[in-house]
């Protein structure tokens, strides 16, 4: 079973993940975007660890809320709302339950990217961060380690897409050969979560 | 008082002097009485393009009389922060609404649809007929 202290790593964890990834984010986001993913999804992280640090939620489904919020209210570009709406529709569907399984977070993280792919009109190899998201949720019915293969094996996919979402697909077919920054950060989130279960023995 | 009564209306875009600029533009072409309250959210709080929640919440709580505000937006980012605030639902004013409508035409003919008295469903079908505007 997981708890809320299991959730408040998994974000610390990610917080930790994005810090060192930042360069390499925004590195990516130069070649498509317009360089900032990195420095923003930092901002929001750390705004994250410090909101959760300061008064910790007592259930799963309250800190993935609380965390959702600090990344709408602070990270400033499109990652801000979509990983905001991904965390708080997750917590959401987990409900104020005070431990909760695998597959209880399996399937609420289904709901998650499902409202992902709702409020930014994306879908499956539009070159997003859903092309992380998608596979790993459904993956995650197996395993942390499957939802993390299938995470990076998602982002890398992206690199031969075309975009035809957000600021890269006004590049067209020059998006194509550049890894999605937001399908990466999707990955290092899933990374981070079963790098969270490794850490705690593997037993949930 | 009358001022009260009338519809506020937001403007989001990712840089604030853009914002500014079409606040002060749409204000410029509805004048000719009392003017509905216009508020500009541009950028981040510490100038920066980007979009800030905490910007949008104050202009929006700023313009609201209690008969509707009007949210208009320019792309990526200010598009999905106000949708996901709207999905929260106690971030913006009861009566608070995203509109359709091309941010500079639109800024445009809900701050005169505003302006003369309109409600908020008159001032979102006048920003969004700004669609219809074709110039070629």
Do not use: C
Request: proline content about 4%; hydrophobic content about 50%.
């Amino acid at each position: 079973m997981l708890d809320a202290d299991f959730f408040h790593r998994w974000m610390t964890r990610t917080a930790a993940s994005v810090d060192r990834e930042a360069a390499h984010l925004t590195e990516l986001d130069s070649a498509i975007g317009d360089a900032d993913h990195g420095s923003n999804l930092q901002r929001g992280f750390t705004a994250v660890s410090a909101a959760l640090d300061k008064e910790p939620p007592q259930t799963p489904g309250a800190v993935l809320m609380l965390a959702g919020r600090q990344l709408i209210s602070t990270v400033g570009g499109a990652s801000g709302p979509l990983y905001g709406t991904l965390l708080r529709r997750t917590g959401k569907e987990l409900g104020d339950a005070p431990t909760v399984t695998v597959e209880e977070l399996a399937r609420a993280l289904g709901a998650g990217v499902a409202a992902v792919a709702q409020l930014g009109g994306a879908q499956a190899g539009d070159k997003t961060m859903l092309d992380a998201l998608l596979p790993a949720a459904e993956a995650l019915g197996t395993s942390f380690e499957a939802a993390r293969d299938a995470a990076r094996a998602g982002a890398l996919a992206t690199v031969p897409m075309q975009a035809r979402k957000g600021r890269a697909s006004y590049l067209g077919e020059r998006s194509i050969g550049h890894q999605d920054p937001g399908a990466t950060s999707a990955a290092l989130l899933i990374a981070a979560l079963a790098a969270t279960d490794g850490a705690t023995g593997g037993d949930a | 008082m009358s001022a009260d009564k009338q519809v506020g209306i937001v403007l989001v875009s990712h840089s604030g002097p853009v914002a500014e600029a079409v606040a002060a533009l749409a204000r410029g072409l509805a004048a000719g009485g009392a003017t509905a309250p216009v508020a500009a959210a541009g950028g981040t709080p510490a100038g920066g393009l980007g979009t800030s929640a905490e910007l949008i919440a104050e202009a929006a709580r700023s313009v609201d009389g209690g008969v509707g505000v009007a949210v208009l937006v320019d792309l990526g980012s200010a598009v999905l922060t106000v949708k996901a605030m709207l999905a929260e639902g106690d971030e913006l004013p009861d009566g608070a609404k995203l509109v359709d409508a091309p941010f500079v035409e639109g800024a445009v003919a809900a701050v005169v649809t505003a302006s003369a008295g309109g409600d908020l469903a008159a001032v979102a079908a006048a920003a969004s007929e700004a669609y219809d505007y074709r110039k070629v």
